[in-house]
């Protein structure tokens, strides 16, 4: 896990204090440790870990009762596994909103213009696994597209997808705007119109063992602030 510190201003959160661990999607990465930075400004004495993964893999683990105080899914359908086993404490909510696009090298060499593309002969493409978000609404694109393609690999949560595309082992990657913004100069995003049908939402929630279930409540009130709003706009997350 990794430990945030320093940060800008911000408004202070009432009750939080201690250490606050989150279990966070993978794609939520740069957004969350910026925000948990912070948070941590705001907050004189707090300590914000993450655990960052693929939000089907944090949820089987919050489940078989890991030690965290708030879980943040990259989708709705990962969270039901927590709230349906009656781990969380209170309702999730949505406070962010994420859609693909899909990820290839710098300039675009191989000329992917749309998610027909990626079923060319020769034409290499990862994808995240099924149960993981990101490949939950890869497929619904790719159905609404009436595309068929077979992938190289299917990864357990975005951040390894768009790896296989920066280091040169794939052409082309399926990946949430976000990470493709914030991977920079090393890919370049093609957006597509069947992403709209496949939009995630982000919900967040106090989990119901929290060990420290104040500093949780605070930090879930700070993710949804205009401050932390900023940085996940920023990011190119969407509203919820």
């Not at 009432?14 to 279990?23: L, N, P, S, Y």
């Given at each position: 896990?990794?430990?945030?510190?320093?940060?800008?201003?911000?408004?202070?959160?009432?009750?939080?204090?201690?250490?606050?661990?989150?279990?966070?999607?993978?794609?939520?990465?740069?957004?969350?440790?910026?925000?948990?930075?912070?948070?941590?400004?705001?907050?004189?004495?707090?300590?914000?870990?993450?655990?960052?993964?693929?939000?089907?893999?944090?949820?089987?683990?919050?489940?078989?009762?890991?030690?965290?105080?708030?879980?943040?899914?990259?989708?709705?359908?990962?969270?039901?596994?927590?709230?349906?086993?009656?781990?969380?404490?209170?309702?999730?909510?949505?406070?962010?909103?994420?859609?693909?696009?899909?990820?290839?090298?710098?300039?675009?060499?191989?000329?992917?213009?749309?998610?027909?593309?990626?079923?060319?002969?020769?034409?290499?493409?990862?994808?995240?696994?099924?149960?993981?978000?990101?490949?939950?609404?890869?497929?619904?694109?790719?159905?609404?597209?009436?595309?068929?393609?077979?992938?190289?690999?299917?990864?357990?949560?975005?951040?390894?997808?768009?790896?296989?595309?920066?280091?040169?082992?794939?052409?082309?990657?399926?990946?949430?705007?976000?990470?493709?913004?914030?991977?920079?100069?090393?890919?370049?995003?093609?957006?597509?119109?069947?992403?709209?049908?496949?939009?995630?939402?982000?919900?967040?929630?106090?989990?119901?063992?929290?060990?420290?279930?104040?500093?949780?409540?605070?930090?879930?009130?700070?993710?949804?602030?205009?401050?932390?709003?900023?940085v996940l706009a920023e990011a190119g997350f969407q509203a919820p």
């Open positions: 896990m990794a430990s945030c510190s320093g940060g800008g201003a911000a408004p202070e959160q009432d009750g939080a204090g201690g250490r606050v661990t989150v279990f966070a999607a993978a794609s939520l990465t740069e957004s969350f440790t910026r925000i948990g930075k912070d948070f941590e400004a705001a907050n004189p004495g707090t300590t914000v870990g993450f655990n960052f993964a693929g939000s089907s893999a944090l949820a089987t683990q919050i489940n078989q009762g890991a030690p965290a105080d708030v879980f943040a899914a990259a989708a709705t359908r990962n969270m039901a596994t927590v709230t349906e086993a009656g781990n969380a404490d209170g309702e999730p909510v949505v406070f962010a909103r994420n859609q693909l696009v899909v990820a290839v090298a710098p300039g675009n060499p191989r000329g992917v213009r749309g998610l027909a593309d990626l079923a060319r002969p020769g034409l290499k493409v990862a994808l995240c696994a099924e149960q993981v978000p990101c490949g939950a609404a890869a497929r619904t694109a790719l159905d609404a597209a009436s595309v068929t393609l077979t992938p190289v690999t299917l990864e357990q949560d975005v951040k390894g997808a768009l790896s296989k595309v920066t280091l040169g082992e794939v052409d082309a990657a399926l990946v949430y705007r976000t990470d493709a913004r914030a991977a920079g100069s090393e890919v370049t995003a093609v957006e597509f119109p069947e992403s709209a049908g496949a939009v995630n939402d982000y919900p967040v929630v106090v989990l119901a063992d929290a060990p420290n279930a104040a500093g949780a409540r605070a930090f879930v009130d700070y993710v949804r602030s205009e401050p932390a709003r900023a």
